[in-house]
């Protein structure tokens, strides 16, 4: 990726550990921060699937409520990931 993308998916790192502090469900305010970020949110009955990309090949599924304080984190490594696969 260019030095561009990869600037930009540093911000957005930065962002997401924002979004995801204290996490304890998925809120209308999170859903519109990931979608500003260029995030596709689907939400099922338990878990909800966070695409990054156009294809939507790529993606993490979520649970929509915090079983832990990690919760929050673990999110935003997955979801980390998943943004270092599309840069």
Known sequence: GSIMARKNAENIRQ??????????????KIRQELSGMGFVL???KTHAKVY????????VTISKTASDWRTGLNICS??????SANV
């Open 15 to 28: 962002q997401l550990k924002r979004t995801f502090k204290g996490y304890t469900r998925i809120t209308r």
């Open 42 to 44: 689907e939400i099922g």
């Open 52 to 59: 990054y990309g156009v294809d939507r090949s790529h993606f």
């Open 78 to 83: 997955q979801i980390n990931a998943l943004l």
